[in-house]
């Protein structure tokens, strides 16, 4: 009489996946990795980007002859006038320095950011807004909800920076000033700006 052997053997053997499956899953982590990288751009997070820009203040150009004996001479422009100011406070990076419309000598006016200082990021924008600025995390995403301007790319997360405030801004309405991250809506830092 011959005994059953106690312990039953799988005669079937583990598949393995095929050469197809494996590229496809290699392809698709290499894909999703990629777009990853792309959106979050994490490398922003160890390079800084220092911007050191001058008021830019029309010069009188010279003149082309002396004046005539009796003339009045010529007087030099006045400088800049600073219309309004604020200081950076953080939303969602730490963000310092300070914030200024300045009004030139040929009536354009300015904003400059001074010793901004603040997280690298991905499409990161300078934004005059009507928002009001709130602290902490109430604060990080106002800015979008009412009207806002964009006044370009933020040049540097370091130093000074100066942008083109269109004739149309009434200061009376746009009160505040955003660092504002484009890519996740949300703001680095902001200012509320106080006239001067």
Same mark, same amino acid.
């Given at each position: 009489?011959?005994?059953?052997?106690?312990?039953?053997?799988?005669? @079937?053997?583990?598949? @393995?996946?095929?050469?197809?499956?494996?590229?496809?899953?290699?392809?698709?982590?290499?894909?999703?990795?990629? %777009?990853?990288? &792309?959106?979050?751009?994490?490398?922003? +997070?160890?390079?800084?980007?220092?911007? @050191?820009?001058?008021?830019?203040?029309?010069?009188?150009?010279?003149?082309?002859?002396?004046?005539?004996?009796?003339?009045? $001479?010529?007087?030099?422009?006045?400088?800049?006038?600073?219309?309004?100011?604020?200081?950076?406070? $953080?939303?969602?990076?730490?963000?310092?320095?300070?914030?200024?419309? !300045?009004?030139?000598?040929?009536?354009?006016?300015?904003?400059?950011?001074?010793? +901004?200082?603040?997280? =690298?990021? /991905?499409?990161?924008?300078?934004?005059?807004?009507?928002?009001?600025?709130?602290?902490? @995390? %109430?604060?990080?995403?106002?800015?979008?909800?009412?009207? &806002?301007?964009?006044?370009?790319? +933020?040049?540097? =997360?370091?130093?000074?920076? =100066? &942008?083109?405030? /269109?004739?149309? #801004?009434?200061? =009376?309405?746009?009160?505040? !000033? $955003? #660092?504002?991250?484009?890519?996740?809506?949300?703001?680095?830092?902001? %200012?509320? +700006? %106080?006239? !001067?």
């Amino acid at each position: 009489m011959t005994m059953p052997d106690p312990t039953p053997r799988d005669t @079937r053997k583990r598949r @393995r996946p095929s050469a197809p499956v494996i590229t496809g899953a290699v392809i698709a982590f290499a894909l999703v990795a990629t %777009a990853g990288l &792309y959106w979050f751009q994490p490398w922003k +997070l160890w390079q800084d980007e220092t911007v @050191r820009e001058t008021l830019a203040v029309p010069s009188v150009p010279p003149p082309t002859a002396p004046p005539a004996p009796g003339d009045p $001479s010529p007087t030099a422009p006045p400088g800049p006038k600073t219309l309004a100011t604020g200081e950076l406070i $953080s939303h969602e990076h730490p963000t310092t320095g300070t914030v200024k419309v !300045v009004l030139l000598p040929d009536g354009s006016r300015t904003l400059r950011l001074e010793n +901004l200082d603040t997280s =690298n990021g /991905p499409d990161l924008r300078v934004w005059i807004t009507d928002a009001p600025v709130k602290e902490g @995390r %109430a604060g990080w995403h106002v800015f979008d909800d009412g009207a &806002y301007e964009s006044l370009g790319k +933020l040049k540097g =997360n370091k130093g000074d920076q =100066n &942008y083109t405030l /269109p004739d149309e #801004i009434d200061l =009376n309405r746009f009160t505040s !000033v $955003s #660092i504002w991250c484009a890519r996740f809506s949300v703001s680095f830092g902001a %200012a509320e +700006l %106080a006239t !001067v």
